[in-house]
């Protein structure tokens, strides 16, 4: 199975919800890096961190004018979800994953896998970097509010 790039994505929240980032690593067909991406979130659930790394994944590849993505992810019902599978039932999921939808439609062929978490090494280290940046966000912001208090 041939494929134009290839993007890991990742997302995670620690607390769920709680300081919530994800993580993107594109590659080339042969494996080769093309760029990593990380994003802090502030306050959100795993599955929103989720979507938000697969949103950076195919912006990136809409900005790099890339027609043909796989994408690879330890989230199960993501997949499922952009496969057509599951129904996005929740909420607060609804918008991110019409805006998937709007963006896999703009990009042309764009493919989903399910897989083991030890194969996203990548893409979860790169969300933590992302989850990291949250916690230090609210932190300061907490460290601001208390310092304007008289």
């Known amino acids: 199975m041939r494929f134009g790039i290839i993007a890991y994505i990742d997302g995670g929240a620690r ?11 594109i590659e080339a067909p042969g494996g080769a890096l093309l760029d990593e991406i990380h994003g802090a979130l502030g ?15 195919l912006r990136w590849a809409l ?3 890339e027609r043909d993505v796989h994408v690879r992810a330890d989230s199960e019902l993501l997949v499922k979800q952009m496969r057509g ?27 989903f896998e399910h897989v083991r978490r030890e194969q996203n ?3 979860d280290r790169l969300s933590n970097l992302g989850m990291d940046e949250a916690e230090e966000q609210m932190k300061a912001e907490g460290k601001r509010q208390k310092a304007e208090k008289p």
């Open 85 to 111: 599978e599951y129904k996005v039932k929740h909420p607060g999921l609804q918008p991110l994953y019409l805006q998937a939808r709007g963006l896999v439609d703009r990009i042309g062929h764009v493919t």
């Open 43 to 57: 306050v959100a659930t795993n599955n929103v961190a989720e979507y938000n790394g697969l949103l950076a994944a």
């Open 15 to 25: 607390g769920n919800p709680g300081p919530a980032g994800y993580g993107v690593r």
């Open 63 to 65: 900005a790099h004018g």
């Open 121 to 123: 090494k990548d893409a």
